[in-house]
T-cell receptor, first 110, second 116 residues
Framework: GQNIDQPTEMTATEGAIVQINCTYQ??????LFWYQQHAGEAPTFLSY????GLEEKGRFSSFLSRSKGYSYLLLKELQMKDSASYLC???????????FGAGTTVTVRA | KAGVTQTPRYLIKTRGQQVTLSCSPI?????VSWYQQTPGQGLQFLFE???????NKGNFPGRFSGRQFSNSRSEMNVSTLELGDSALYLC???????????????FGAGSRLTVL
């Protein structure tokens, strides 16, 4: 089975940094996705990690440790438009199915 | 290029009725996956279709079914609706070529179903 945990909510100030953690206990692993979903909109792809380490994409970075079953998404220089839900999803090795965590709602305050 | 299109965007049904939702994937994408999204539960995988065949299936009752047409467009059907079926139903498309590893899913905006 798949067990994927993320915090439910986080609040931060504009310009600050926020780190969203995702821990997983899954029967097999073939990569981890992060998606962003604004209220009422479609989830959009942010990052994909399959090897250990940090992947940086502008203000957003994603880290993976396969031995610890742990990933985080780091959002730097927060902007109001970053207020959204962030979804962590683990890929199954056999069928490439994505299993999603419940999502973390980030609220950015002025 | 056009994104993933889902219709209808909103619908209201009563218990016992059935509903059909439609999804048009990105041109060239052969895989279509369906997810149910509810507050607190997150996205729950329903099924995936590739080349008109169901390739993967989640843990939903048989009331939930789907199909894919030769042009890769997909429909899902829910029969004998229950109150608990109220949710946002998201469709996602991808190339579906698993030989190169996990594919990025591109999601549609969803169909919000309310069951009264």
């Amino acid at each position: 089975g798949q067990n994927i945990d993320q915090p439910t909510e986080m609040t931060a100030t504009e310009g600050a940094i926020v780190q969203i953690n995702c821990t997983y206990q899954t029967s097999g692993f073939n990569g981890l996705f992060w998606y962003q979903q604004h209220a009422g909109e479609a989830p959009t792809f942010l990052s994909y990690n399959v090897l250990d380490g940090l992947e940086e994409k502008g203000r957003f970075s994603s880290f993976l440790s396969r031995s610890k079953g742990y990933s985080y998404l780091l959002l730097k220089e927060l902007q109001m438009k970053d207020s959204a839900s962030y979804l962590c999803a683990v890929v199954s090795p056999n069928d490439y199915k994505l299993s999603f965590g419940a999502g973390t709602t980030v609220t950015v305050r002025a | 290029k056009a994104g993933v299109t889902q219709t209808p965007r909103y619908l209201i049904k009563t218990r016992g009725q059935q509903v059909t939702l439609s999804c048009s994937p990105i041109s060239g994408h052969r895989s279509v996956s369906w997810y149910q999204q509810t507050p607190g539960q997150g996205l729950q995988f329903l099924f995936e279709y590739f080349s008109e065949t169901q390739r993967n299936k989640g843990n939903f009752p048989g009331r939930f079914s789907g199909r894919q047409f030769s042009n890769s467009r997909s429909e899902m059907n829910v029969s004998t609706l229950e109150l608990g079926d109220s949710a946002l139903y998201l469709c996602a498309s991808s190339l579906g070529d698993e030989s190169s590893g996990a594919n990025v899913l591109t999601f549609g905006a969803g169909s919000r179903l309310t069951v009264l």
